[in-house]
T-cell receptor, first 114, second 113 residues
Framework: NAGVTQTPKFQVLKTGQSMTLQCAQDMNHEYMSWYRQDPGMGLRLIHYSVGAGITDQGEVPNGYNVSRSTTEDFPLRLLSAAPSQTSVYFC?????????????FGSGTQLSVL | RKEVEQDPGPFNVPEGATVAFNCTYSNSASQSFFWYRQDCRKEPKLLMSVYSSGNEDGRFTAQLNRASQYISLLIRDSKLSDSATYLCVVKPILSGNTGKLIFGQGTTLQVKP
């Protein structure tokens, strides 16, 4: 059972480049979300989804897009990378059965934007 | 003011010590509370939920004080393997069952031999 799989683990981008962070879960969880973690800031919610075809913005959505075409996948797109998007990104999933309270995280993506 | 605030530490304690972390939250209508643990350069994992009556899991005890809006985590008989960052997490009442949680910045614990 793989749980939540995130790729890539590391990425370096130049300012203005675009890329997609991939996230997949095999636990049939309804909820999926993307967080970023910066020193001294804690994890901050970027976007979340409560099911296929449904997404919404979190606390820091600017510069990011998401889609949820299937239950399993929840990619995060950086439209035009900026140095302020240098961070560690975590994808997470949770179950309706757990009221969305027990998050299962992927192993994270360390992104540097030069 | 941050919605969830923690002392970032680090807390440096010897093996066998008892250590306590506190966390305050600003929204009195917050619904549920948790402690997550994050090892260095790893993903966070749920450590335990926090109930109004207090709850214990082995050497770990979590307490909630709704009147003062703080949550605590007590670790007894610290082990080297307890070294990690402990994240205080709050579920806002308006989040429903969406998986939206608010994370504190974390408190780092270093247990020394």
């Amino acid at each position: 059972n793989a749980g939540v799989t995130q790729t890539p683990k590391f990425q370096v981008l130049k300012t203005g480049q675009s890329m997609t962070l991939q996230c997949a879960q095999d636990m049939n969880h309804e909820y999926m979300s993307w967080y970023r973690q910066d020193p001294g800031m804690g994890l901050r919610l970027i976007h979340y989804s409560v099911g296929a075809g449904i997404t919404d913005q979190g606390e820091v959505p600017n510069g990011y897009n998401v889609s949820r075409s299937t239950t399993e996948d929840f990619p995060l797109r950086l439209l035009s990378a900026a140095p302020s998007q240098t961070s560690v990104y975590f994808c997470a999933s949770s179950s309706l059965r757990d009221r969305g309270e027990k998050l299962f995280f992927g192993s994270g993506t360390q992104l540097s934007v030069l | 003011r941050k919605e969830v605030e923690q002392d970032p530490g680090p807390f440096n304690v010897p093996e066998g010590a008892t250590v306590a972390f506190n966390c305050t939250y600003s929204n009195s209508a917050s619904q549920s509370f948790f402690w997550y643990r994050q090892d260095c350069r790893k993903e966070p994992k749920l450590l335990m939920s926090v109930y109004s009556s207090g709850n214990e899991d082995g050497r770990f005890t979590a307490q909630l004080n709704r009147a003062s809006q703080y949550i605590s985590l007590l670790i007894r008989d610290s082990k080297l393997s307890d070294s990690a960052t402990y994240l205080c997490v709050v579920k806002p009442i308006l989040s429903g069952n969406t998986g939206k949680l608010i994370f504190g910045q974390g408190t780092t614990l270093q247990v020394k031999p």
